[in-house]
């Protein structure tokens, strides 16, 4: 992350389906405060749906947390999520998606 930039952290209510995914409720996602009101997402969303890295979206204050309340400008990025049930796997198809040019975490 650039030192220079304000950083703040947005939470992501998650909708959790009836087989218990994802985990958890709640994701929080780093975003570049942009000072007028708008956030740029600045990683990749593990677990929200409609976001994306590079995504300008608007929150609401809800005390000490930052909640997301929509997309306002799509970025130039797509998220895919990829569910890995075999772990020796995993290096390979991050390596495959390294040579298309994305990003993994």
């Not at 952290?9 to 780093?30: A, C, Q, R, T, Y």
């Not at 975003?31 to 929150?59: C, T, W």
């Amino acid at each position: 992350m650039d030192p220079s930039r304000n950083y703040v952290k947005i939470s992501i209510k998650l909708e959790v389906d009836e087989d218990g995914f994802p985990p958890v409720d709640w994701e929080d996602v780093w975003a570049i405060d942009l000072k007028d009101g708008r956030y740029e997402i600045a990683n990749v969303p593990f677990y929200a749906q409609g976001v994306s890295y590079g995504d300008i979206v608007s929150v609401v204050s809800q005390g000490d947390r930052l909640t997301f309340d929509s997309l306002l400008k799509a970025g130039e990025h797509s998220t895919v999520h990829v569910v890995m049930y075999d772990e020796k796997l995993v290096q390979t198809v991050r390596d495959q998606l390294k040579d298309l040019f994305c990003s993994t975490e």
